[in-house]
């Protein structure tokens, strides 16, 4: 089981970056995937995460990127995406994809909750 992130860098405010997660070894489309976030110093936070296990999707986003990040997933490509708008300083951080196979809605922003997690991939937003 692994996770790959890609698609960090450095971009000014205001800018957009899209993050990539893709997964081997197991079928993404049959776990809940979240993206995390830990800047210097920081707790790792949950930034954005999806819950297929109901008829409905089910999404989280922290409150200071509703609006602006949105989460994908392809199941045929094992993916899911992380399309970040309108970036802000305070976005800086290196961002994680992790995963597990049985979470409540209630836990999903929860870093306990995730059995895989890939290896970060930075994000720089400049003022």
């Known amino acids: 089981v692994q996770l790959q992130a890609s698609g960090g860098g450095s971009v000014q405010a205001g800018g957009s970056l899209r993050l990539s997660c893709v997964a081997s070894?197991?079928?993404?489309?049959?776990?809940?995937v979240a993206w995390f976030r830990q800047a210097p110093g920081k707790e790792r936070e949950a930034v954005s995460c999806?819950?297929?296990?109901?008829?409905?999707?089910?999404?989280y986003y922290t409150d200071s990127v509703k609006g602006r990040f949105t989460l994908s997933r392809d199941n045929a490509k094992n993916s899911v995406y992380l399309q970040m708008n309108s970036l802000k300083p305070e976005d800086t951080a290196v961002y994680y994809c992790?995963?597990?196979?049985?979470?409540?809605?209630?836990?999903?922003?929860?870093?306990?909750?995730?059995?895989?997690w890939g290896k970060g991939t930075q994000v720089t937003v400049s003022s």
């Open positions: 992790a995963t597990t196979s049985r979470v409540a809605h209630s836990a999903l922003a929860e870093r306990s909750s995730y059995d895989y």
């Open positions: 070894g197991f079928s993404l489309g049959d776990y809940a």
């Open positions: 999806i819950d297929t296990s109901d008829e409905t999707p089910y999404y």
